[in-house]
């Protein structure tokens, strides 16, 4: 039999920006990162460091100047723009520090819009999104707004929306920033629960204990990547 395809993996992953002039930057250099199926990483560094960066490459919203990325076994540098946008919609699911919900939608509707770009069914889109409201712990909110959810309801709402296309990705920036402390636990036992269910976890932080939750964490310093606690 054959290995498992990791679900993340880069080699010699670099991004320069304003190549060859005066105000060149390099974000990345030489970044190699292989995450598997089912894994909870943290990707930790202060502002500055690449973590950004390295965010943005994974989530195939940029693209590296140096290097490969595959996600999901599929090498991106392959695909041209509208392949890379259904890689993204196929693969990742993005919860932000800022929720990003739509005010004037319900939660219901928050969660069940992605679904409309993949020409899913109505019918559908309503059933699981009332299915993945439920498995957060917002079943009796679904027709809530956002200005009526607590701060903790509305990042679930949020963790829901990025599921709701059924991504093996999670690509959680900073996820919870904008909540009290006894909400971020509760959020980061939900990652836990997402990764015992076979989902992939990627959280990008500044903060060490909210990476102590990871499985694994890898620390950015000036553009480059190291795990924490494996040997130099």
Do not use: W
């Not at 039999?1 to 304003?18: D, E, N």
């Amino acid at each position: 039999m054959s290995a498992p395809v990791s679900v993340i993996q880069t080699r010699g992953l670099g991004k320069v920006y304003s190549p060859g002039t005066q105000a060149e930057v390099v974000a990345l250099r030489d970044v190699d990162l292989r995450i598997e199926r089912g894994e909870f990483v943290a990707i930790m560094g202060p502002s500055g460091s690449g973590k950004s960066t390295l965010m943005n490459l994974l989530g195939c919203l940029d693209s590296p100047s140096t290097g490969t990325y595959h996600c999901d076994g599929v090498d991106v540098a392959t695909l041209d723009a509208e392949e890379r946008a259904i890689l993204r919609r196929d693969k990742i699911g993005f919860v932000f520090q800022g929720f990003n919900l739509l005010p004037r939608m319900s939660a219901l509707e928050n969660v069940a819009m992605p679904m409309g770009y993949a020409n899913v069914p109505a019918a559908e889109r309503a059933q699981r999104a009332h299915e993945a409201l439920a498995a957060v712990g917002l079943g009796s909110r679904e027709q809530h707004r956002p200005s009526e959810l607590s701060g903790g309801q509305q990042q679930r709402v949020a963790i829901a929306r990025a599921l709701i296309n059924r991504p093996p990705i999670l690509l959680a920036d900073e996820p919870t920033g904008a909540l009290d402390s006894k909400t971020g636990e509760e959020i980061l036992a939900l990652f836990k629960q997402l990764r015992d269910d076979d989902h992939t976890v990627i959280l990008i932080t500044h903060d060490p204990e909210v990476a102590a939750h990871a499985d694994r964490t890898f620390v950015m310093h000036d553009g480059e990547l190291h795990e924490q606690g494996a040997p130099a």
